[in-house]
């Protein structure tokens, strides 16, 4: 693998992406578009409030409401990165076999 890459956190998905764009962990698009639609419009929906919360810190100059703002998407950033860790990281890397490999596989002896 090349060291200028990051893999998808799935296991069995070979994609990979920039690694200066996506330095740490990365999933697919199409990985992504296997999860849930539950788990998929949460996680757009704080990168929606991180994106909100960031224009508007661009927008103004008041020092006191630029401290409450920082906070406020520093908390999206922070509910974000659990949402990964609990929901879409848990999903993907411990993908469960469906229910008829196991027996198939007991029918060959592996």
Known sequence: ??????????PCCKRT??????PGEMICGKCFKALPQAVKDSHRFFWKQIRKWERRITKTSDELKLIRMRNIGRTWSDRLIAHWDAEIKVRVMNAEKPAGLDSFLEELGL
């Open 17 to 22: 992406a920039p690694a200066d764009k996506y």
């Open 1 to 10: 693998m090349l060291a200028n890459r990051t893999r998808c956190i799935n």
